[in-house]
């Protein structure tokens, strides 16, 4: 599970979107890896751009079977069932 910075919309595996520290878009932390299964109330530490309200994406990461996070480049996001697009969930935060 993969934290961004920003509303992530349409093609996440394109460009240089997924940089670690810059950009709309940017990591700003990710889990350690997850076996397959269902997951609730995972806790992500992050390195929060700033203060104040901010819009975080959360998004699912395929790894590439070295079980270490290695994006952008070596893990893509995994695609909704009907290909919609990238698994993933928006929401507004408030970091102090």
Known sequence: MVIHHGRHEGNANSGNSHTHGGGDHHIIGHS????????????????????????????????????????PGGDLHYTSPDGSGPVRDVAEVTFR
């Open 32 to 71: 350690e890896y997850l076996e397959p299964g269902h997951y609730g109330g995972l806790k992500i530490p992050v390195s929060p751009p700033g203060t104040g309200e901010k819009t975080l994406t959360a998004m699912l990461h395929e790894d590439n079977g070295d079980r270490v996070f290695e994006h």
